[in-house]
T-cell receptor, first 115, second 116 residues
Framework: DTEVTQTPKHLVMGMTNKKSLKCEQH?????MYWYKQKAKKPPELMFV???????INESVPSRFSPECPNSSLLNLHLHALQPEDSALYLC??????????????FGPGTRLTVT | AQKVTQAQTEISVVEKEDVTLDCVYE???????LFWYKQPPSGELVFLIR??????QNEISGRYSWNFQKSTSSFNFTITASQVVDSAVYFC?????????????FGGGTRLMVKP
């Protein structure tokens, strides 16, 4: 099973809302990633978790707050977003990131619109 | 610094034509890995292939084939007898050692449109 699931598929939120994106994998992977993808652009890395610890934060604004409750779950908490944050948010996982490299498996994404 | 260039932003072909997507990379590392991903309109990036810098053998998987040439720093992808279902954005990506911890450098992507 090489499936990464993400919920919700679509999300519309106002600039004062608080919402969360959820990602789940059951492949036993120990590295999980959040990416942001704008239209007609490649994915941009936001955060990397390795063994449930945040290991990379690519200078992402604090209105995005990641959380890794366990090795299978990854959340992205959103608060006071701006319209320019509207994008496709992709989650990915891989076996590890300290060794490898290993291919990353991506979820279908959450399409976020900030109004 | 690493860089991946996909010079073709959009390609349009008619079904059953063969099509090659170009990928040129730059890295100072001697050990590196190259990937191709497919992103259909549904949004999910689908892993297609991984090659390491020590293995220049070409690979074929059904209608897909990959040509890795270190001399020209290229890792091109050919779809034979294209089908409408091949319509997608294709990304070439690179990661290197010592790295970067599995972080991918993506090319800009090539949008392939296969018309019936």
């Amino acid at each position: 099973d090489t499936e990464v699931t993400q919920t919700p598929k679509h999300l519309v939120m106002g600039m004062t809302n608080k919402k969360s994106l959820k990602c789940e994998q059951h492949m036993g992977h120990r590295a999980m990633y959040w990416y942001k993808q704008k239209a007609k652009k490649p994915p941009e890395l936001m955060f990397v978790y390795s063994y449930e610890k945040l290991s990379i934060n690519e200078s992402v604004p604090s209105r995005f707050s990641p959380e890794c409750p366990n090795s299978s779950l990854l959340n992205l908490h959103l608060h006071a977003l701006q319209p320019e944050d509207s994008a496709l948010y992709l989650c990915a996982s891989s076996q590890d990131r300290r060794q490898g490299p290993y291919e990353q498996y991506f979820g279908p994404g959450t399409r976020l619109t900030v109004t | 610094a690493q860089k991946v260039t996909q010079a073709q932003t959009e390609i349009s072909v008619v079904e059953k034509e063969d099509v090659t997507l170009d990928c040129v990379y730059e890295t100072r590392d001697t050990t590196y890995y190259l990937f191709w991903y497919k992103q259909p309109p549904s949004g999910e990036l689908v892993f297609l292939i991984r090659r390491n810098s020590f293995d220049e053998q070409n690979e074929i998987s059904g209608r897909y084939s990959w040509n890795f040439q270190k001399s020209t720093s290229s890792f091109n992808f050919t779809i034979t007898a294209s089908q409408v279902v091949d319509s997608a954005v294709y990304f070439c990506a690179l990661t290197a050692r010592p790295n970067a911890g599995n972080m991918l450098t993506f090319g800009g992507g090539t949008r392939l449109m296969v018309k019936p």
